[in-house]
């Protein structure tokens, strides 16, 4: 089992960069693939982008390509979303998960942590 926790969301201006991080306790952190999913209120829990356990693979969802970019560091237990050019509709409350296989299905994803709120204005 594994427990995540996120951290570095915020209020910026759009335009502006954030980072996520997501760590995870356990030693088996190396094992899972990690995702980052984000809902809009009124909206379903949407994908965002995933990331292989060696790192060596990567998924994005459309909307962020070109400014969203997720990486993980295994001897620190984290994952990472890199957020660049944030747009209004970006604001979410992020989420990081853990699952078996490099998936945009959020039930392909078994753990979950509680959500880091990004809120961008105009």
């Known amino acids: 089992q594994v427990q995540l926790v996120e951290s570095g969301g915020g209020l910026v201006q759009a335009g502006a960069s954030l980072r996520l991080s997501c760590a995870a306790s356990g030693r088996t952190f190396s094992s899972y693939v990690m995702g980052w999913f984000r809902q809009a209120p009124g909206k379903e829990r949407e994908f965002v982008a995933a990331i292989y356990r060696n790192g060596g693979l990567t998924s994005h969802a459309d909307p962020v390509k070109g400014r969203f970019t997720i990486s993980r560091d295994n001897s620190k237990n984290t994952a990472y979303l890199q957020m660049n050019s944030l747009l209004p509709e970006d604001t979410a409350a992020y989420y990081c998960?853990?699952?078996?296989?490099?998936?945009?299905?959020?039930?392909?994803?078994?753990?979950w942590g509680q959500g880091t709120q990004v809120t961008v204005s105009s």
């Open positions: 998960a853990a699952g078996s296989r490099l998936s945009s299905l959020k039930v392909d994803y078994d753990y």
